[in-house]
């Protein structure tokens, strides 16, 4: 009995150690891991952006993200590590914005299985575009026109995303700023000031900003628009523009005071000014003042005794005037943008003035660019010189020498009472009479002339021309009759009863009541 407990140990024992290595090897055996052939390469744009990445895992997996912007989405939420089953999968990938940069990035992607590790995926992120906050293709920066000149002005607030520099070949020709080449950071704010240059601001203008980064010379661009001078804008270098004083001789000129206590220095023609109006587009126009009141000179009328150059950019330039051998003259410049001259004003400046002609409506004068008198000789405008025998002085007085010419003087000619003056000399004496009018009032032609008394309407027989000196014209005869000489002025372009002299001739005086 003993002997068979023994022999059954002993089988169970061959038995045991028979069936036990065929256990252990069941149990223990290791599946190979199965990589996919090749790495897949994906390439994302911006952050939020995603990807599939497929493949098929023979075991249990993980994937791992070698940066940390490189993700996996799970119901969990995002994750730089995503485990899985054996099976076919999909896996999605998502890029973030972290250490977003402005190179292109790439992280891999490695599936472990087995304890082995590979890659199977490359992920580039596209580099970070460099922009200017508030700017773009769509969004310009726009400066407004403002009077003045040299001050339309602007300030870009500039909040950019990258180290930025601002050089001379990233502005328009037509803007200024100062200092440059200008840098600055990512992320701090800064001002820019700039001026629209003088030339330029008359009309619309378009550019562009072009600021480079500085690492990698990027740029980053953007439209810059300027909206120009509107219709009616105006504007003048010269400031005051009104008491200008011409000297005599006519070759210098001094800035218009406040008081005549003050006067200011004179300086030597020529006197350049410079003016703005829309595109350049603007009429000057020249003014005189006579009897008639504000007129524009012209060489018929003998009262253009100064010129403008225009080189139609808005540079005038005034040289010196005619020497003043008259009264002191009064002028002005005005300049108009076309806009008011020709609809407002319909293209004739007398609808810029007062009903009298002899004033400059207020409306208007923001157009004057200046307004001047020149000086004129102290005796001129006054009185009467005459010359007996052609050498020898003659006092005149003033009056009609109580020959009721008077009336007739004031009444049908329009002459102003103290401009009536009269001699005495005796019959047939031989005068020369100089009225001390400038060329351009009268010019020495007799029949611009009226002589004549109550009862005679033409006197002028014998009458002659005569030159006083370089600068004026006279009359010369032998009147035998008491009369009068009606003398004109024509600097305003209209021929106008200005001074008149009675001649008494042997003292007779004529009593009739007029």
Known sequence: MKNMKRLVGTWLMVCGMILLPACSDDDNKVVAPVFPENVEEIALESPGEKAILAFNANTEWTLTSSKLWCQFVSKDGNKAMLVGAPGKQQVELVITDDIWDFEVATAEVSLNMGGISQVVARVSRAPRNIQIEGYNE?????????????????????????????????????????????KGHAGRKVEIKMEVKSEAKVSKQEGRFTFLQQKTGKACSFPVLFSGMGAEDFETSLTPVWNWTVSEGGTQYAAGSITEDNPTEMNDFPLNIQVAAKDNQYKVVRLVKGQMGLVEPDPWSGNEFFKIEDDGKGHLTIGAF?????????????????????????????????????????????????????????????????????????????????????????????????????????????????????????????????????????????????????????????????????????????????????????????QKKL
């Open 138 to 182: 769509n969004t310009p920066f726009k400066i407004n026109y403002s009077a003045g000149l040299g001050e339309s002005s602007a300030i870009l607030e500039l909040d950019a995303n990258f180290d930025w520099e601002l050089n001379q070949k990233g502005i328009p020709e037509w803007l200024e700023i100062k200092d440059l080449p200008l």
């Open 322 to 510: 005619e020497k003043n051998t008259g009264k002191e003259r009064e002028g002005y410049i005005l300049v108009f943008p076309n806009e008011v001259y020709e609809k407002k004003l319909q293209g004739n400046v007398d609808n810029a003035l007062s009903d009298d002609l002899m004033d400059i409506n207020s409306e208007y004068e923001q157009y004057i660019i200046w307004n001047f008198k020149q000086e004129g000789s102290a005796e001129s405008g006054t009185g009467f010189e005459v010359l007996l025998s052609g050498y020898e002085p003659v006092g005149c007085k003033k009056g009609d020498g109580g020959t009721n010419f008077k009336n007739i003087l004031i009444g049908e000619y329009s002459v102003p009472e103290e401009n009536i003056y009269s001699v005495d000399i005796e019959s047939g004496s031989y005068i020369q009479i100089s009225p001390k009018l400038t060329p351009e009032q009268w010019g020495g032609d007799l029949k611009d002339l009226t002589f004549a008394s109550d009862k005679e309407p033409d006197l002028s027989e014998g009458w002659e021309p005569a030159v006083a000196s370089d600068h004026c014209f006279a009359v010369s005869g032998s009147p035998s009759k008491t009369m009068y000489i009606v003398f004109i002025d024509k600097s305003s372009g209209v021929p106008l009863p200005v001074k008149a002299l009675v001649i008494v001739v042997d003292g007779s005086r004529t």
